[in-house]
């Protein structure tokens, strides 16, 4: 049975990077029909779609947060991690890992649903 | 983007009645080459992330109950759960795949009336 799990620091001062691992286990990370990717939810609020990656490294961005993100994968770990830059109070939320499934035709993949999911971790960004 | 849509955003439904969640999405999610709408349906209960319970907006993933049922097409969805039950009590998200940024609806809370 596939298991992700969310790690990382659940404070975060504004202006820093936030960091968060995702362990995938019961299951390879290493499989061309998945991508693996992040989700937030601020609290109270709704589901935002960070960026997702799959093992080849092949990255897709939500362009609002492109330019601060940055999604990498560990294949030897089964892990893939994501960087947010210089965030503030609105980057509060809980951060999710999931997988989704992905059809791939020659250099361009389409991403599709999130099927797995990890618990969530709550990161607060406050002085 | 394409921009998702929910209706109402919150909804109480008695035991055993009917429920339904709106979804319009700012462009069609339709393949009209593929035949296939690019939608799906999630269920949020309080403290757990969300669960799949429908992709291609009207295929239940496995295990999920055969009240909940999605139907519509290109711009217009629907999530039905035909006879409310007390574990039902969720928030229903609705999700396009058809073209990055992928994006959800903004959430629908369903509660017992």
């Known amino acids: 049975q596939l298991q992700l799990q969310e790690s990382g620091p659940g404070l975060v001062k504004p202006s820093e990077t936030l960091s968060l691992t995702c362990t995938v286990s019961g299951g390879s990370i290493s499989s061309s029909n998945y991508y693996w990717g992040w989700i937030r939810q601020p609290p109270g609020k709704g589901l935002e779609w960070i960026g997702s990656?799959?093992?080849?490294?092949?990255?897709y961005y939500n362009p609002s947060l492109k330019s601060r993100v940055t999604v990498s994968v560990d294949t030897s770990k089964d892990q893939f991690s994501l960087k947010l830059t210089s965030v503030t109070a609105a980057d509060t939320a809980v951060y999710y890992c999931?997988?989704?499934?992905?059809?791939?035709?020659?250099?361009?993949?389409?991403?599709?649903?999130?099927?797995?999911w990890g618990q969530g971790t709550l990161v607060t960004v406050s002085s | 983007d394409i921009v998702m849509t929910q209706s109402p955003d919150s909804l109480a439904v008695s035991l055993g009645e009917r429920a339904t969640i709106n979804c319009k999405s700012s462009q069609s999610v339709l393949s009209s080459s593929k035949n296939k709408n690019y939608l799906g349906w999630y269920q949020q209960k309080p403290g757990q992330p969300p669960k799949l319970l429908i992709s291609w907006a009207s295929t239940r993933e496995s295990g999920v109950p055969e009240r909940f049922s999605g139907s519509g097409s290109g711009t217009d969805f629907t999530l039905t759960i035909s006879s409310l039950q007390a574990e039902d009590v969720a928030v229903y998200y609705c999700q396009q795949c058809y073209s990055t940024p992928i994006t959800f609806g903004q959430g629908t809370r369903l509660e017992i009336k």
């Open positions: 990656i799959q093992y080849s490294g092949s990255t």
């Open positions: 999931a997988r989704h499934g992905a059809y791939c035709t020659g250099v361009t993949c389409y991403l599709r649903y999130f099927d797995s």
